[in-house]
């Protein structure tokens, strides 16, 4: 019997094969080629925001830092996002609305504490209009070594004026902006 | 059963590919037994019927309506990922699908009653596999071009994630009853036994990365969205297991799904054919009007909340106490806290897909009744000079819809039936639909003696190269048949 549904069961892929196959065919295809697509998607996403107002910008000393903290920072050194990550942009946009300049560093650490690198943005009193710093990594840039290896960062905002004067301007305040646009191959 | 495993591997292959359901081709091919499977009330003449086990009705389908296999794979010397970019991200759209459907009859019966010659009975039981993947365009270009660059402002519809698949088998029996010479009716009834099925089709949300109100991007999600599953966790366990018995468990399982050992449901069929004057015959059915209610082995995913983050955020002076330095591990809990993802086991109904099938058939061209028609005994539905054996040709149109997740889709079919006295008898058809404008099918039925084998083909013209085809389908199958009574 199962012989029989065998033969049956050629019978008809023969039949079929008869009907079909004189008039079917088909360009050569390679399917292999799925090796060579290549997927590299622009991720962008917002970094890390600082906003002060002028009063606690004067509680500090002059010269000396209003605000300092160091946080744990992990975005590029996970395995998953430092094996893909091939180049990319951190910017930085600063405005200053308060009577006195302002700096802030931003200290990238890795695992041990040691400093990686270093950005730091000048800005002067009111009117000083928005500050802005592309800080390219990748190919002819910053070595991207340094973001991968960055698990903290340390911030830290600087009072270069006096800690007396206050700025006509209504709500006077210093702002840190900051985002990252990074190219990554997923495959 | 190494035969029958062989067949259901073709059929979990074929299935690889992708789409429809339309039986143009067997429609109103009432010489074929199986047309009483698309329309419960053709006209039927055959005494009874019998389908070989496993091999009375094979039907594959598989298309999609944006690139083809050649599109992709042709060796024609383009960069690949150019060609995934220019005829894939740039041409498909969210409306584009990806569908495969395969049949696989194991048992059919037909026969007339002995007291009620009017009465056609049938029965049977076929499996089925229908898969259908709508393109999920924003979340491809999400993964393929990022949400950076030129995307930044750019709302991606998470909604576009819409899939449908199941595997079933069914029990049925049917009644199909001649009330006059002009009017045949038919019903059936079906227990579908699960094998398994899954569904994500009523998915909403968004995705954006634009400029921050106060950072320099913000990115926003919000999502609701789930994924529907009976039937996979078990296979997926077994799998998991790698205990030497897997091919064995699975072998089990399967069995034991398809004899209605998971979950279960109902549907039913109807159809009428009508002559309007001797010649002009309109028809109609409605298919798989049915639900499987999935309460075992059930397993689903949701996601479900909404979140808009810029990052770290400190404000002086609210924050200067704040000596909490795991800010970044934060905002990753923030936004999994806004936006949990869970997982649930709680039961759901599937709707089986519907289908509607229309024509209109006008016969002409008398030929007699040869010897041929004088031994088919098929007295039971003829009568005054209003059957088909009566003439040799047919044309009409015939309209076919199916209830899809994203909407009906619809197909148009015009048809032409000739006759070679009841041995053989081909019918060929254009049909247009979303997947092609040049679908020209042929259907052969043979009948020698008893013996009944039947093929049909659909969208011939893309055989010159079957891997450019936006949609390909084939059935065969062989049957026993008998008009009288020997």
């Not at chain 2, 991200?89 to 019966?109: H, P």
């Not at chain 2, 298919?287 to 689903?300: C, M, R």
């Amino acid at each position: 019997m199962l012989s029989a549904m065998k033969r049956l069961l050629y019978g008809v892929v023969l039949l079929v094969g008869f009907l079909c196959v004189p008039t079917s065919c088909t360009e050569e295809q390679d399917f292999s080629q799925i090796d060579d697509l290549s997927i590299t998607p622009v991720l962008a996403s917002g970094l890390f925001y600082l906003e002060s107002d002028e009063a606690t910008i004067n509680s500090g000393s002059s010269g000396g830092p209003f605000y300092t903290r160091e946080v744990i920072f992990e975005a590029f050194s996970q395995d998953y996002v430092a094996e893909r990550l091939l180049e990319g942009t951190i910017t930085y946009e600063m405005e200053n609305t308060t009577s006195k300049p302002v700096r802030v560093l931003i200290e990238f650490l890795n695992a041990g504490g040691t400093v990686l690198d270093m950005e730091v943005l000048d800005i002067s009193a009111e009117p000083s209009g928005l500050v802005t710093r592309d800080v390219f990594y990748g190919p002819g840039g910053k070595s991207l070594d340094i973001l991968v290896n960055t698990e903290r960062l340390r911030i830290s905002a600087l009072n270069l004026g006096d800690t007396s004067s206050t700025s006509p301007v209504d709500n006077p305040k210093i702002i840190l902006r900051s985002g990252a646009e990074f190219l990554f191959e997923l495959k | 059963m190494r035969i029958v495993s062989r067949i259901l591997f073709f059929v979990l292959l074929c299935n690889l590919m992708a789409t429809a359901q339309n039986k143009q081709l067997l429609y109103d091919f009432n010489e074929i037994p199986q047309s009483l499977m698309v329309n419960p009330g053709v006209k039927t003449s055959q005494k009874w019927h019998a389908g070989l086990p496993v091999l009375s009705g094979l039907a594959f389908q598989a298309a999609t309506s944006g690139v083809t296999v050649n599109d992709l794979f042709a060796n024609d010397g383009v960069d690949f990922t150019t060609k995934v970019r220019e005829r894939l991200l740039d041409v498909m759209s969210d409306k584009d699908d990806f569908s495969s459907t395969s049949q696989i009859e194991g048992i059919t019966v037909g026969f007339r009653g002995r007291n009620r010659p009017d009465t056609y009975y049938s029965f049977g039981m076929y499996g089925e596999m229908d898969i259908i993947s709508y393109w999920p365009k924003d979340l491809a270009i999400l993964a393929f071009e990022g949400n950076g660059g030129t995307n930044i402002g750019r709302s991606f519809d998470l909604g576009d994630l819409n899939l449908r698949g199941e595997m079933v088998n069914v029990f049925h029996f049917g009644i199909n009853k001649k009330i006059d010479n002009s009017l045949t009716i038919g019903g059936r009834a079906k227990i579908y036994s699960s094998i398994f099925q899954f569904q994500s089709i009523r998915n909403s949300g968004s995705f954006v990365t634009r400029p921050g109100q106060n950072n320099v991007y913000e990115s926003a999600i919000s999502a609701d969205m789930q994924l529907q599953t009976a039937g996979i966790r078990g296979f997926y366990d077994i799998a998991e297991e790698d205990t030497g018995t897997t091919q064995r468990d699975v072998t089990s399982l399967f069995t034991e799904r398809v004899l209605f050992g998971g979950n279960l449901g109902l549907g039913l069929d109807f159809g009428f054919s009508y002559n309007l004057n001797p010649q002009t015959t309109i028809t109609g059915s409605i298919l798989d009007v049915g639900f499987i209610s999935n309460t075992k082995d059930v397993w689903n995913y949701t996601l479900s909340g909404n979140t808009t983050t810029e990052g770290i955020t400190v404000f002086l002076p609210d924050d200067i106490d704040d000596v909490n330095n795991d800010l970044w591990q934060e905002l990753l809990d923030e936004i999994e806290e806004a936006l949990p993802y869970g997982e649930n086991d709680s039961g759901y109904i599937s709707w089986r897909p519907v289908k509607v099938y229309g024509s209109v058939r006008y016969d002409f061209g008398e030929g007699g009744r040869s010897s041929v028609f004088d031994n088919c005994g098929c007295g039971v539905n003829v009568g005054g000079g209003s059957n088909r054996d009566y003439y040799r040709n047919s044309v009409g149109g015939q309209l076919f819809m199916i209830k899809r997740p994203k909407g009906i889709q619809a197909a148009l079919t015009g048809f032409y039936q000739r006759r070679f006295g009841r041995v053989l008898s081909l019918k060929t058809t254009y049909t247009i639909d979303k997947y092609t404008f040049t679908n020209l099918g042929l259907g052969a039925n043979l009948q020698l003696g008893p013996v009944n084998f039947y093929v049909l083909a659909d969208n011939l013209l893309s055989y010159s190269n079957i891997a450019d085809s936006h949609y390909a389908s084939l059935q065969f199958g062989f049957n026993i048949i008998s008009w009288n009574n020997n």
